[in-house]
């Protein structure tokens, strides 16, 4: 068996190579989540506040840019 006749099996061979590795990362590994999610900033960079209103204490209206 020649080096030539080699790299012909092993280019051959290697799509199927690919698609079992993928279907056995698919049926075999299973996700898991890991940590907690990141709660929003009350006030972020990207708001655009028009206008506040404070009609009593503890209370504050806003208008922006979302309604």
Known sequence: M???TVWRVL????PFVVVGG???AGIFIKPA???SSLAPPV???????YGLA???D????AV???G
């Open 64 to 66: 922006g840019r979302g």
């Open 43 to 49: 006030l972020a960079p990207r708001d655009a506040f």
């Open 11 to 14: 280019a051959a061979a290697m």
């Open 33 to 35: 989540a890991v940590g």
């Open 22 to 24: 993928l279907l056995y």
């Open 2 to 4: 020649t080096v030539r």
């Open 54 to 56: 404070v009609p009593a």
């Open 58 to 61: 503890g209370v504050i209206w």
